[in-house]
């Protein structure tokens, strides 16, 4: 069945907006400590899992920003990353895999492991991955209708190794309801998987440019503009996909966006959110999150999240004693930054379009980072006062060190009221896109580059992710 969700009509007392002073903790992410993992790839727009204390990672591609209306506006095969890749932060160690190695019969898995915006989620020792947008062995730009699933202490062994002793754990399937690229999966307590927004694009952007973004018999477009309740059963070790139920609303038509689990204010239960998105009618972003549970239905805060609009490094913690949850953005792309100076946000400029010279789209690249702060039902948004090390974040991902102490065993919100008294190193800002948006001599005042036009590479970058709390909550 296909339900209608109607966002929720009652307006909250929001606070004003303010500067870290109001926040219980700060966070910093300046220093590079790339130098440490030797041989890490450089990668954006991956999937990634941790076990046994090492790092996963499968797809993503390994080049920059794929641009518009300009020639590299696209995604070939040739910038994808090919292996299968785990780093050992412990030993400084990288290993990795060539999905060519992969068995033939795989080679439904290999395409959409060499594919980008893949949505994942790691559900004990198992990975899942699902759809992703590349080029498959034909050559054809798709988004794959494929889930696919591994055990990762097989994979992290055989990579390790540099011998094929995982493959016999793949399992894959074909369906349509995890045909998504840019959206997210998520598990809750009710043991279902929540597939959230994204969408299927089919063919060149280069040519869905040309076709001023509308449906050709080259490429196109459609985004879910849903949420999915899926199923996930096995029988005979292959994976199938049952629909329980959708939830439909204009407001999930988002793409690019960023989602986690959260703890509910009773302090164990888990529930899920969607953060910002592109691309509205008018090509900028939402601003709305959106809330559900395993027993609640998806649902369309009132709330208007300013900063980091799109898909970047998120890490969420919650305290058990004031019963908040925090949910940190580390830079990315933004249709509001903040001036620390004026205390006030400001809106970025949109200026011209694709064909003109100058092109100010609204949303810039940033190098700032954000949190917000849930409560009752209540948010509130800050902005930290330091700055990320570069304009780095996007299609990024945050890495927790191991052993960094969570609420519940099976998830990856992290408890705050254990990091009290310190300053503790919590985890990493890992891949993602490195962005110089400003113009020779690259400061604040510099003129920004045409949107499109800014110079971009995947990050070099690998930066220390650093909290301070203080002993007692204010």
Request: aromatic share 12%; proline share 5%; charged share 20%.
């Amino acid at each position: 069945m296909i339900r209608w969700i109607v966002a929720a009509g009652v307006a909250l007392c929001i606070a004003a907006v303010g500067q870290p002073g109001g926040l219980p903790f700060t966070i910093e992410a300046v220093e590079n400590v790339s130098a440490h993992f030797p041989g890490a790839p450089k990668l954006q727009s991956f999937a990634w899992a941790q076990w046994d204390g090492k790092w996963i990672f499968i797809g993503g591609r390994t080049t920059g920003y794929h641009g518009v209306g300009a020639a590299d506006a696209d995604f070939p095969r040739a910038g994808s990353n090919d292996r299968i890749w785990v780093i050992d932060p412990s030993l400084a160690k990288t290993y990795s895999f060539p999905l060519a190695s992969l068995p033939s019969a795989l080679t439904a898995v290999k395409d959409q492991w060499l594919s980008s915006n893949l949505l994942f989620f790691q559900d004990k020792s198992t990975l899942y991955l699902a759809g992703g947008y590349g080029a498959n062995s034909n050559g054809k730009l798709v988004t794959y209708p494929v889930l696919s699933r591994v055990d990762l202490q097989a994979l992290v062994k055989g990579v390790v190794a540099g011998t094929d002793t995982f493959s016999d754990t793949i399992r894959w399937t074909t369906s349509t309801l995890v045909q998504s690229a840019g959206g997210e999966l998520l598990k809750l307590d009710d043991g279902s998987f929540y597939l959230a927004g994204g969408h299927v694009f089919t063919g060149s952007y280069r040519d869905f440019e040309a076709g001023n973004e509308q449906e050709t018999k080259t490429a196109s477009q459609k985004y879910l503009g849903e949420i999915r309740r899926l199923k996930l059963t096995d029988a005979g070790g292959r994976p199938y996909v049952d629909l329980i139920e959708r939830y439909a609303d204009p407001e999930f038509a988002r793409r690019d966006l960023n989602a986690g689990l959260i703890i509910l204010p009773d302090g164990h239960s888990l529930g899920a959110a969607i953060y910002g998105g592109v691309f509205t009618r008018e090509q900028l972003n939402f601003s709305k999150p959106i809330y559900w549970d395993a027993f609640t239905s998806p649902h369309v805060d009132e709330y208007e999240q300013k900063m980091s609009a799109y898909s970047c490094a998120t890490v969420q913690m919650f305290d058990p004693d004031s019963k908040t949850m925090y949910t940190t953005f580390f830079g990315g792309i933004s249709r509001w930054t903040w001036d620390e100076k004026k205390s006030v946000f400001v809106q970025a400029p949109l200026v011209g379009d694709k064909t003109k010279t100058v092109y100010l789209d609204g949303m810039p690249w940033i190098d700032q980072i954000s949190t917000l702060a849930r409560h009752g039902g209540h948010s509130e948004e800050f902005v930290q006062s330091s700055r990320l090390g570069g304009f780095v974040g996007a299609n990024a991902a945050f890495l927790p060190v191991a052993g960094l102490k969570r609420i519940r065993a099976d998830a990856p919100v992290y408890d705050l009221s254990a990091l009290r008294g310190k300053r503790t190193l919590i985890g990493y800002i890992y891949g993602g896109i490195r962005a110089f948006p400003r113009e020779f001599p690259y400061l604040e005042s510099s003129p920004s580059y045409s949107a499109g036009n800014v110079p971009t590479k995947p990050n070099d970058l690998i930066l220390a992710v650093y909290i301070t709390v203080p002993a007692s909550r204010r």
